[in-house]
């Protein structure tokens, strides 16, 4: 698995003796950003998931808690929503 490591880290030789990444700096900070963004919409989804069936219960239980219940399962939301922010910035 770690072989292909020096392969993805090389630079690329042109005709002048120039060297340049093998990955473009535009690409890099792209790619950061998509990883960033995704594991941040994996981690609200994995946080949600607990978070809502336990508001379901609660809900069962009394239904008087409808407002609380709701804001906590939207509290995981908005970390993708400052991930997405910062993206676009």
């Known amino acids: ?3 292909a490591l020096p392969e993805f880290a090389s630079v690329v030789l042109q005709e ?3 060297a340049e990444p093998a990955i ?3 690409a890099a900070g792209a790619l950061g950003l ?3 963004v ?3 919409g994996l981690g609200s989804g994995i946080a949600e998931r607990g978070i809502g069936a ?3 219960g609660a809900l069962a239980e009394d239904s008087m808690s409808l407002g ?3 804001v906590m399962t939207v509290l995981p939301e908005t970390l993708v929503l ?3 922010i910062v993206a676009f910035i």
């Open 1 to 3: 698995m770690f072989e």
């Open 16 to 18: 002048g003796g120039a």
């Open 24 to 26: 473009p700096t535009e």
């Open 34 to 36: 998509g990883i960033a």
């Open 38 to 40: 995704g594991l941040a």
């Open 54 to 56: 336990a508001a379901v």
């Open 68 to 70: 609380i219940a709701l």
């Open 82 to 84: 400052l991930a997405l």
